[in-house]
């Protein structure tokens, strides 16, 4: 699950990011963008989704007005996901960024799940606002399909981070997770995240992570990640 318009790693890297479009205007332009990432885990929201490496990879149309619509996919460990090996994320939205620096990013997203032996698949709205290095937004689960109970709608998460970008190549990132549940009978829990990237010209970035959530039995965990955009 990425995050739309903040970066091409997306769940596997917080570091990486770009937020905010161009100002639309009557002559806008589309554009068609690839990506694909390797990395040793893919994290999401504080927990392991392969407890292993993680190949992913999405392709996105982006319009000079704003809006775009897009895929994403990842590998999963089955374990995780009733027998499920991939994820695929569809998702469209509206980008901008306004005069004065304040930008923002509105949209829905998918997450199937296509070969799970349970219907586990849900939808979000997101929206996030982004000034400068600053970012923060909520996203709010927004159909009841799922059989999984933790997925039901109204379940919310809320984030706030910033991006440092320094010595032309390299940028540091933290994040700040929290995710409740509509469910009482699930706990809601808070997850960082922090990252370092190392930006080339020619092969795409490099980066190093560090995760934790405040569950029981979780220690902080380490991964490495490289991203490439076409």
């Not at 159909?143 to 998460?157: L, V």
């Not at 009978?185 to 490099?206: E, I, N, P, Q």
Request: aromatic share 16%; proline share 2%.
């Amino acid at each position: 699950m990425k995050k739309f318009k903040r970066s091409i790693l997306a769940s596997a890297v917080l570091a990486m990011s770009g937020t905010g479009a161009m100002l639309a205007t009557s002559t806008a332009a589309a554009e068609f963008s690839g990506n694909i990432t390797i990395a040793s885990d893919y994290e999401l929201r504080g927990f392991s989704q392969t407890n292993g490496a993680a190949i992913q990879g999405g392709f996105d149309y982006e319009h000079g007005s704003g809006f775009y619509v897009g895929t994403w996919a990842s590998n999963l460990d089955p374990d995780l996901y009733a027998g499920g090996t991939y994820e695929l994320d569809l998702y469209a939205g509206f980008a901008d960024e306004l005069a004065n620096g304040l930008g923002y990013d509105v949209g829905y997203v998918y997450y199937f799940y296509p070969d799970s032996d349970l219907d586990i698949g849900f939808a979000e709205i997101y929206g996030e606002l982004s000034y400068d290095m600053f970012y923060g937004g909520v996203k709010v689960i927004v159909n009841e399909e799922s059989d999984a109970a933790p997925f039901e709608s109204g379940s919310a998460y809320y984030y706030a981070g910033l991006d440092v970008p320094f010595a032309d190549v390299y940028s540091a990132g933290f994040m700040v997770g929290h995710q409740t549940f509509d469910d009482s009978a699930v706990d809601s829990y808070t997850h960082y995240h922090a990252g370092l990237s190392r930006h080339t010209d020619s092969m795409g970035t490099f980066s190093m992570n560090l995760a934790y959530a405040d569950e029981d039995g979780e220690d902080v965990r380490a991964y490495v990640a490289w991203s490439l955009g076409f």
